[in-house]
């Protein structure tokens, strides 16, 4: 039976991947820094960061495939540079780890938030078409770019790596909350809403899954696949959330420069007084604003990737959010080091 090492297996793609590999017969280990609110008998959790070499090492022991999940996801960190050491320090070490066992296959989860063109005639996949780190929104978006090229490099040397690209997932029992979900909650309080209207790929977080196992097994070594669902228009989002609620309120679009100005405003103000998540940030107001609607052609032409239509995912969430399961989620993603 192939043993198969989860790293951010606790996380909200992390669990849903982590039942998918049970289902299909694999032998499953966990790598997180808590354990997951719903464990599974069959899979062995191993409590611990992925910063921590000999942990690490101990945790690839007769692994034959490592799906690498584990990053903070949110965009805002009372310390900045946590996101450059677990995102990109953190795929270090189990990139490193896993080279020296000679590990037979190796999915790095990546996101969609790096995929900006340099030029809008340009595929978004292609590694020459990307923008490089240092014209990253920010320092989540920068230490993702940094990782996903180390990943790179390491097939380019010769390591069976694969790189999946979520969008941004969604679906039920996101009990970190996170941004897709978090963005969700912040429009279902409150009675004046104010948005910048962007194109949002959003997809069920099952379909991501999915698509990460497919990325192992059938992914081009060195390659890129986007694993995303529907674009739509945020407008179009959040009169769906307020028809599924019922909680409708005044739509107000916002100018997306006078929205980074305000969000910078608010994250100031949580580095250096509440020190608690502001309700936006600049980097987050800079990804909406670069946003274009991604393709899925090459996943599922290569793969066999069939993402399913995203409303029932949607109202999922919505659900959850309005039930008691939201009773005790944080107001930003924990940081467990899991993946969204």
């Known amino acids: 039976m192939t043993l198969v090492l989860v790293t ?11 039942s998918e590999l049970v289902a299909r017969d694999r032998q499953v280990r966990v790598l997180d820094l808590k354990p997951p609110v719903c464990a599974l008998p069959e899979v062995h959790y191993v409590k611990g960061s992925v910063l921590d070499s000999v942990l690490v090492d101990d945790a690839l022991d007769g692994v034959d495939q490592v799906y690498h999940l584990a990053g903070l996801p949110g965009m805002w960190m009372p310390r900045k540079n946590d996101f450059h050491a677990v995102n990109y320090g953190g795929t270090e070490v189990v990139i490193a780890a ?17 995929l900006f063109r340099a030029s809008p005639s340009q595929d978004a996949v292609a590694d020459d078409a990307l923008l490089p780190a240092d014209g990253m ?36 029992n996101d009990h970190n909350l996170t941004p897709p979900t978090a963005m969700l909650q912040h429009f279902l309080g409150g009675r004046l809403k104010l948005y ?10 099952r379909d991501v899954a999915a698509g990460l196992i497919l990325a192992m097994e059938r992914g081009q070594v060195g390659h890129r696949y986007i694993l995303g669902g529907e674009s739509i228009p945020l407008k179009d989002v959040l ?43 600049a980097e987050g107001v800079r990804i909406a604003l670069r946003a274009t609607a991604l393709s899925t052609e090459k996943a599922q032409r290569e793969l066999g990737y069939a993402p399913r239509a995203v409303e029932p995912a949607l109202r999922e969430a919505i659900a959850y959010l309005l039930g008691a399961g939201a009773n005790g989620l944080s107001s930003a993603p924990s940081p467990a080091y899991s993946t969204v």
């Open 8 to 18: 951010g297996g606790s996380g909200f793609i992390g669990q849903h991947l982590v």
């Open 98 to 114: 896993a080279r020296k066992r000679g590990i037979a296959r190796f999915l790095h989860c990546s996101t969609e938030s790096i």
């Open 137 to 172: 929104p920010g320092p989540y978006t920068r230490s993702k770019m940094l990782a996903d090229r180390l990943a790179m490099q390491a097939a380019a040397y010769g390591f069976p790596v694969v790189v999946g690209c979520p969008t941004m997932p969604i679906g039920p």
């Open 196 to 205: 910048v209207d962007f194109i949002l790929n959003l997809v069920d977080v």
């Open 239 to 281: 009169r769906l959330v307020a028809a599924v609620s019922g909680r409708r309120g005044l739509l107000i679009p916002v100018p997306g420069r006078l929205a980074e100005g305000a969000a910078a405003i608010l994250e100031l103000i949580a580095d250096h007084v509440t020190r608690r998540p502001p309700s936006g940030t």
